[in-house]
């Protein structure tokens, strides 16, 4: 039996919280992890493991318990059942006590005597739910919506469905690009190895990317507050590639926070041109901002606005067109599962159709700005062909003077990457 660790006590108590908080209104707390400073690292497992594994954890407290829990105990419940059925560096008996302690003091003794019973329920038959969940649907045993499930099925086939499936529960890596034009990638990973940090070069890009090991504070790497190297998927620079920047180029990035793409584009630019950087959210536009400021990315103009707005963009052009645009419109994330294992949850037939209207808006607004010649590259970080294929070929059937040059696709079990979407459509003159 493996001992438990006491850095890990009472910060049930904060993953609880967290947890209920996503039950309460939806809203996933990646955001309020910055403000967890004690045992950071536990309280991460446990929420993103919950959000990655809710409908297992759903089926195994249906077996555990003889009535359906509401309110407050069910975080609770969780979080003690994520310990005991996904947790192999966690003590039975911790995950048990510690889980009923921490909900005893946040609901007191009734709440805490309903959760210590179903975690006991579960302790007792543990290996008997670990059989039957092997038995069960993919969807069930691997934590996924039957409406994903189903589509990627008919799509990718069963095996690769699975495939994704289980890719999509696995820990995102924390992958990171060196800025070439001040350190080459050898030279980079030098000084890191001198600084004792382990990181290997990718396997999709391994002259562009390297992996970091987990439990790294990237903030304390060096060359950090040099802007030296920016954080980002492999995966961001398919599209940067089929737009081609040059030097001297006017390019819009039109959805361009938190800025892995703008700092690609910058790159290539050599310091000649000029990159209008927008996003539509203030909030998001702070962490462009932060980026483009470490990164020291002179092209780069950050601008707020709205990249369906007409107004907007030409606002921002003033008397110009782009040479080259990149819409990374918003999408359905179903290629980023492993990194936002809550919008699995948000997926329906009816949000895949009200984003593929935003996402034709965009289309139809940034091709009015693109320069005749010029390049416009549509991208997304998702794997649904409505938001994909289906909504570039159908775009370009309407607006016949563009032509699709190029696509490229993504599928993370395969590229170990994030999936992606990019496709490359040219204005001719």
Not at 74 to 91: A, C, E, I, K, R
Not at 226 to 238: K, N, R, Y
Not at 367 to 391: A, D, I, M, Q
């Amino acid at each position: 039996m493996k001992k438990s660790n006491p850095s890990t006590r009472n910060s049930r108590a904060v993953a609880a919280s967290l947890i209920g908080r996503w039950l309460r209104d939806g809203s996933f707390p990646d955001g309020l992890m910055e403000s967890v400073s004690a045992n950071r690292a536990f309280v991460t497992e446990v929420v993103y493991g919950v959000a990655r594994w809710k409908r297992t954890l759903e089926w195994a407290l249906n077996r555990c318990s003889t009535r359906r829990p509401t309110g407050p105990a069910v975080p609770f419940l969780f979080t003690g059942l994520y310990q005991l059925l996904l947790m192999d560096s966690v003590t039975a008996y911790a995950a048990v006590n510690e889980t009923v302690e921490a909900a005893k003091k946040a609901e007191g003794p009734r709440a805490a005597g309903f959760v210590n019973a179903v975690l006991r329920q579960a302790l007792r038959q543990l290996d008997v739910l670990r059989d039957n969940l092997k038995k069960q649907k993919v969807g069930v045993r691997e934590s996924h919506p039957d409406v994903l499930v189903d589509r990627w099925t008919r799509q990718f086939g069963p095996e690769k469905a699975l495939a994704l499936c289980r890719w999509n529960n696995t820990r995102p890596q924390v992958t990171l690009h060196p800025y070439c034009e001040r350190d080459t990638l050898p030279q980079f990973l030098t000084s890191l190895q001198k600084a004792g940090v382990a990181a290997t070069p990718h396997p999709f890009s391994p002259e562009s990317f390297l992996v970091l090991p987990h439990g790294v504070r990237v903030a304390a790497l060096p060359g950090y507050e040099e802007g030296l190297f920016s954080v980002q998927d492999p995966s961001t620079i398919q599209a940067v590639e089929l737009l081609d920047p040059r030097p001297g180029d006017f390019i819009l990035d039109a959805c361009a926070a938190p800025g892995g793409k703008t700092a690609l584009i910058a790159e290539r630019l050599e310091g000649r041109g000029e990159i209008v950087a927008m996003d539509v959210q203030e909030d998001r536009l702070d962490i462009l901002r932060e980026n483009v400021g470490r990164l020291r990315l002179a092209v780069v103009r950050v601008a707020c606005g709205d990249a369906a707005s007409e107004a907007d963009v030409g606002a921002l052009r003033g008397s110009r067109r782009f040479d080259r645009i990149l819409l990374d419109v918003p999408c359905t994330n179903t290629g980023v599962l492993r990194r936002r294992p809550d919008a699995r949850w948000r997926f329906s037939l009816s949000h895949l159709s009200d984003i593929a209207k935003i996402q034709k808006a965009l289309l139809d607004n940034a091709g009015r700005f693109l320069k005749p010649g010029g390049t416009l590259v549509y991208s997304t970080c998702s794997l649904e062909p409505e938001e994909n294929e289906e909504r570039v070929r159908g775009w370009a059937a309407l607006h016949p003077r563009f032509s699709l040059v190029r696509e490229a696709r993504l599928f993370p079990p395969d590229t170990q990457t994030d999936g992606v979407y990019a496709a490359a459509l040219q204005l001719r003159p």
